[in-house]
């Protein structure tokens, strides 16, 4: 039976007409996708998914949160599942493959084992999250972690939240029940495309995921003095973008300081007044900066600190800090990793460790159960884009890592 189980592969060919088919729902002229959550398009896309689980002998459920939970059965029901999916809603310019290929891969697993009359010893769930793009509503209602308050979750169209999670058959006053723990879930593995260059890179299949990064987000305010740029000689100045200038070196001398894997982003500035006569007298930007470790980014944001204190004195401005957004790391477990870098060697496939350095629905699934994500490339590195491209190559090798880490993992969580 190991033997047979050994020799298991996924169908490529359903596989990549999945993935064609559900991306005609909401598809762009360009070739990629508009499915927002909880749109015609979107509740298009999960009507067509549960019909695939279901005709895939899969029981579907839909909890509080509006997660879509497909389940296989295994030899002994009532153990924790094993568990993977991902996401089909999208950003409004998105590709086919970013969060759908995750669900579709699932699936593709879930239909072979139907196909050839396998079950494995737990449960096997697909899970389609709400709104991932959005609030992580779906994932963070799994974690415990969603905020109580409709307020929190204001939407562009106006339409509350409640209305939104009955429209894809949640409910708002129910929510706190899409908690899950240990004892539903055994593992939870996530497979996406890379949405960045690194496997490309290097020439790698398989990216084995170390863990998803931890993500700090601030507001600097740099304040200085406007004054008229040609009668104010230069040593009189206070020049509040020339200090913002040198905090933007500062931030990308420290995401090139040795010890991490940080990343480190000045990416919105607004200078005023503005005009170009005018000596620059308030910076307001952001501060996104990322790596796998709290304490390492602990360590940089001290350093900042210390490099803008430096830099008010010198340039003779107030610069002040806050923050506005803390995300802690989620770490994939080491046997989780193990079992995907020898699936690899057992199927021939190149592999890397890295980090994710986006955000995604496993890092909520990380707080109550043992994680674990396996990357695919993305062509160029581009992701939520109508350009985004895995070929049919790299997401048949996803699939079947997937499929085989749990066949691996269905041998170390033992239900005896």
Request: hydrophobic letters at 40%; one cysteine or more.
């Amino acid at each position: 039976m190991v033997d047979t189980l050994s020799q298991l592969s996924i169908n490529s060919d359903r596989l990549v007409q999945s993935i064609e088919q559900l991306a005609k729902i909401g598809g762009l002229p360009g070739g990629g996708v508009r499915r927002i959550a909880y749109s015609a398009t979107d509740m298009q896309a999960r009507n067509q998914v549960q019909q695939w689980m279901q005709a895939a002998g899969m029981s579907v459920k839909i909890d509080p949160a509006g997660n879509i939970i497909g389940r296989y059965p295994g030899k002994y029901p009532h153990a924790a599942a094993l568990a993977t999916g991902s996401h089909i809603d999208t950003v409004p310019n998105g590709g086919r493959y970013d969060g759908a290929f995750g669900v579709l891969a699932g699936l593709e697993v879930a239909r072979v084992l139907q196909e050839r009359q396998i079950q494995l010893n737990r449960p096997l769930e697909v899970i389609v999250f709400t709104d991932e793009e959005g609030t992580m509503i779906g994932s963070k209602a799994m974690s415990g972690r969603v905020i109580l308050d409709p307020a929190t979750y204001p939407r562009a169209d106006g339409i509350d939240i409640q209305t939104c999670l009955t429209r894809v058959g949640g409910d708002w006053n129910r929510l706190a029940e899409a908690r899950r723990t240990a004892a539903d879930i055994a593992a939870f593995v996530e497979l996406h495309v890379e949405q960045g260059p690194v496997l490309e890179c290097l020439g790698k299949q398989i990216g084995v995921v170390e863990g998803i990064v931890g993500q700090r987000r601030y507001i600097i305010t740099v304040k200085g003095s406007s004054s008229h740029a040609g009668s104010t000689p230069m040593q009189m100045r206070q020049d509040a973008l020339v200090a913002a200038s040198k905090v933007v070196l500062g931030v990308n001398k420290i995401a090139h300081t040795p010890g991490g894997q940080q990343v480190a982003t000045v990416g919105w500035m607004e200078v005023l007044p503005n005009a170009a006569n005018v000596i620059p007298g308030l910076v307001k930007m952001s501060l996104d900066i990322r790596d796998l470790s709290s304490q390492h980014l602990d360590n940089l944001m001290a350093q900042l600190q210390a490099e803008i204190e430096t830099i008010a004195v010198e340039t003779q401005t107030y610069i002040d800090l806050q923050p506005r957004l803390r995300n802690e790391p989620a770490l994939a477990k080491p046997h989780i990793q193990q079992a995907i870098a020898q699936v690899c060697e057992d199927l021939r496939l190149s592999y890397t460790h890295l980090p994710s350095r986006a955000s995604h629905d496993a890092q909520e699934l990380a707080t109550f159960t043992d994680m674990g994500m396996i990357f695919v490339p993305s062509k160029a590195g581009v992701s939520h884009a109508e350009t985004e491209y895995t070929s049919p190559e790299q997401c048949a090798e996803g699939t079947n890592v997937l499929l085989h880490t749990f066949l691996e993992l269905d041998r170390h969580y033992r239900c005896d």
